[in-house]
């Protein structure tokens, strides 16, 4: 192997051990959060992730921009908004411009979705 290779060992291991520790911490953090919120909300992070790396990449590592980043990032954004506030930002919407209006019924009989519910077997 070429010297060179061997140059940065110990700044190597230090990186592998960060990356050890900051995962294993991400990963609970994840663990935790499955198990007190809806997985839609604790999943909406991995479609964030990638918004995080390009402005990191451009900000931190001196990447130049391409012209779609402009409009692709806040596409990601938006669309992560509606996914997770787009039913309640809706319905808002429907009652300001239509104040007299009552919500239409959906196939549950409700102006609104029945909330989420975890199903336990009783004993």
């Not at 954004?77 to 104040?99: D, S």
């Amino acid at each position: 192997m070429p010297a060179a290779a061997y140059q940065d060992r110990g700044r190597n291991g230090l990186a592998l051990l960060y990356l050890a520790v900051v995962g294993s911490l991400g990963f609970g953090a994840f663990a935790c959060l499955i198990a007190h919120e809806p997985a839609i909300r604790v999943s909406s992070y991995s479609l964030v992730n990638p918004v995080f790396a390009a402005l990191l990449g451009l900000l931190v590592g001196d990447e130049t921009p391409v012209p779609l980043l402009a409009i692709g990032l806040p596409l990601v954004l938006l669309g992560v908004a509606l996914m997770l506030y787009g039913e309640a930002g809706l319905a808002q919407l429907r009652a300001r411009l239509m104040p007299g209006k009552p919500l239409a019924e959906n196939e549950w009989g409700a102006s609104r979705p029945p909330r989420h519910r975890t199903f336990r077997r009783r004993r």
